[in-house]
């Protein structure tokens, strides 16, 4: 793997966003909006409970862990989606690249647009909610770090979708983390769900993340081994998505749809 | 064999070698057993008429579509199997594959300067903008161009990582007379100062004629016939180079023989 070809593709991210505010705004318009939604509404429980519950570290905890990862997810998909609108997929695949470093090139731009969100996330819920992002320690790191693996798998899988079902699949894109938030239990611990949920949740890595953030918010501690076990899953993920993107290319170069995939839009 | 890295060097003695090159789509065949060879400072049309299978053929070179059978042999690399290293050699220019619009002439030229791992690219983008006239153009974007723009910076992106093996499918086909005839011009001079084969595909006969070394002509996804484009009209009792694209297209040549290979299947001419 050479590193020029992955920083092409992540400078290329780069150019749009600098000549696009439109690129720019969501990525930090959207969480910003939800922190302050759900600071306040957080800042609100935590008035009417009498301070028996945190809600300020669990719920607004909840929203910037589970946007962050949305952000990583969407910084992906939206590189990938950049080829498919500029009809770009010939110019890319008639390449040297490897598929490994076009994959890698968009984690990188993930990466990079995540990162902005995050940081504005966390400047506002700790400088207007006093969220406490630090106090978590530790844990920290596993915690994004599972959230960052999965979102980059979920993006891949995207992308894999959209190049085998075409332009038109972008829109069953979007709603992925929405389906999946049900499962994991960002505001509401897995116990709450019936069982076939709550087994679906426990093979979603997030689900462990979210489930340890409220143990130690409420002083129960965490568990080291249940968060190596969802960076283990999130890795094996991260894997299985990359084996479906390099599968779904294969198939589209063996049919012709990698080539009619841009005629089709010039047409 | 060893790959070398892209630019490195000159060409090798046969940039191109398409060995019974096959492409079906269930029951259609879009390309029949399609062998040929570009040489070294060679620039050879793949002449044929809508549908018959010069861009299918192209897109199999490319690497973006899989042969059902047959090989493709770039710089003597096996496409197939060391595609990343076949592909260091070897870019294109092609209409329907416009670079990206929402970026500048430049910023395009440095993405996929990068992805190509061009060496000293700057230097290079440098270089190719005086070259194809684009100094000026360097921060417009790509989508706002005209045309001769766009197919001049398309040119300027094909030659970016000097390549061995050029592909143009109608490269031309946007440009103006006198702008073709500079882009031509262009090209002519790739291939004879640095050695760069080509395979050009093109409706415009003059312009075959003119810049072509070698024409294959093809219909059904076969060739029917190949030769010099100056000389083969009157071999076919044609006046024109047109005139003879026109029958061949209406009414495939039967039993004819091309100068370096067999016929294998009836009324078809294998180069």
Redesign the interface.
Known sequence: M?L??I???A??QL??MR??PTRILPMVAWVAIDIVVWGFMSRYLDSVSGGKVNFIGSLLGAVLFWDFFTRVMQGVSMAFL?DVW?????????????ISEYLMGLVSTGITTSLIGLIVMLVLATAVFGLHFLALGAMLVPCLLVLFLFGIALGVLAAAMVMRLGPASEWLAWPIPALLSPFVGVFYPLRTLPPWMRAIGHLLPPSYVFENMRSLVAGHGYSWSELFVSVALAMLDVALAAWAFRAVH?YA????L??RY??ES?G | MPPSP?GAGAPSAMPLRVTNLC?R?GGVVAVDGVSFNVHAGEIVGLLGPNGAGK??TI?MI?????PSSGAVAIEGIDLARH???A??HTN?A?V?????????VF?NL????????VPRLSARIAALLAEYDLERLAGT?TGLLSSGEQTRLALAKAVLNQPHLLLLDEPTASLDPSAADLIRGRIRAMARERGCGILWTSHNMYEVEETCHRVLFVSHGRILLEGNPKSLPAEHGAATLEELFIRLAREPLAGSTTSDGPTSAPGTVHA
């Open positions: 050479k020029r070809p920083a092409g593709i400078l290329r150019y749009l000549s696009s950049e500029s009809r770009n997929f010939i110019n890319i695949f008639a390449t040297p690249l490897l294969r170069v063996r049919t012709g990698l080539a841009s005629a010039a | 892209p492409k789509y861009t299918t897109n490319l690497g973006v579509l899989e595609r990343s290293q592909l260091a294109f092609a329907y594959a416009p670079l990206p619009g929402n970026l500048t910023q440095r993405f996929f300067g990068l992805i190509y791992d974007r």
